[in-house]
């Protein structure tokens, strides 16, 4: 389908919960650096009233940071999946970047993974210059297995394949 590389090699289960977070933007290997840093100081002291998680935290592709817990071994509460996200919070805002902007579309045009607004992407699948085949990543994966199988999509097969109502394809 792709040459993407969908996430690094863990151990976690096919079941694992997954939450992603997409950037308004490409980061610069340095700013990656930064995040890995503060991932990595995160992770050890993120627990589940007071247990361990069977976690992992990843920035992907320059673009999302990929939160997975194992549930079948301890399950995030309330107040751990808060860390979390006021961990990817912290980072935006280190960073100078937004996590929280649900109006982006991250697509792949000519091996490269792009984003526009989201009125922009259906006027460009308007236009002709992106069709039903183009590569969408879905942000709506809810645990592993959907990350692996279900994350990079083409566009008739995701959400988005509501912006292609009324087109002529």
């Known amino acids: 389908m792709s040459s993407f590389k969908i996430l690094n090699s863990n151990s976690l289960a096919l079941h694992s919960r997954v939450w992603i977070y997409q950037a308004n933007r490409i980061l610069s290997s340095d700013e990656v650096a930064k995040a890995n840093d503060m991932i990595q100081a995160f992770l050890p002291q993120w627990k589940s009233h007071g247990k361990e998680l069977a976690a992992s935290i990843e920035v992907v592709h320059n673009l999302f940071v990929v939160v ?78 959907q990350l692996l199988n279900s994350w990079l999509l083409p566009v008739k097969d995701s959400w988005h394949k509501r912006m292609l109502a009324g087109i002529k394809i």
């Open 68 to 145: 997975m817990a194992d549930e079948g071994i301890e399950a995030p509460t309330g107040c751990s999946i808060d860390s979390s996200v006021k961990l990817i919070k912290e980072i935006q805002s280190v960073l100078n970047i937004d996590f929280f902007d649900r109006m982006l579309v991250s697509y792949v045009a000519n091996d490269k993974i792009l984003l526009t607004k989201m009125f922009d992407f259906q006027a460009k699948l308007k236009s002709g210059e992106l069709n039903e085949n183009t590569l969408v990543f879905n942000n709506l994966v809810e645990n592993k297995e």
